[in-house]
């Protein structure tokens, strides 16, 4: 499984980190906004898994069912 956390190091980005490490979850953080605009995210946090994009709300019920 790959996953990565796109992240701006926002409220809200941490709370998904801080959720992640809790499950045990091996991720990559990318904090670089031209790879996040690249790939037309207007917004941060945004969680990749195996190319399945989650917003802040899809990601933390996906990360509550891991």
Not at 17 to 23: G, R
Request: proline share 3%.
């Amino acid at each position: 499984m790959n996953v990565i956390l796109h992240s701006t190091h926002c409220p809200k980005c941490n709370v998904l980190e801080s959720k992640l490490k809790q499950k045990n979850i091996i991720f990559e953080i990318n904090n670089d906004v031209e790879i996040m605009v690249q790939k037309g995210f207007m917004t941060a946090p945004v969680l990749e898994v195996d190319d399945i994009i989650y917003d802040f709300k899809e990601a933390v019920k996906w990360i509550g069912e891991q």
